[in-house]
């Protein structure tokens, strides 16, 4: 499988943007962005959209824990 053309790596990266940006403004409510995600499904190759799905679901975890979202248990501050 040949590597993507900028022009293909850009209709991927602005699709997955759309869609993130959707995920965003309506709080994570995926059936409202159900287009959006197909037209990043039809845009970018399988294994980004893995990767891509990934990187957002760390993102979101990242932004909480820095946000003070998570606190330790008390089993891992005893360890």
């Not at 959209?49 to 990934?54: A, L, V």
């Amino acid at each position: 499988m040949a590597a993507p053309s900028m022009k293909e790596r850009q209709a991927c990266w602005g699709a997955r943007d759309l869609y993130w940006r959707c995920l965003d403004d309506n709080a994570e409510d995926a059936a409202r962005c159900q287009k959006l995600r197909s037209s990043f499904e039809a845009s970018c190759p399988q294994q980004w959209i893995k990767y891509f799905d990934k990187r957002r679901d760390y993102l979101k975890f990242k932004e909480k824990f820095e946000a003070g979202g998570f606190q330790s248990s008390q089993s891992t501050e005893n360890s």
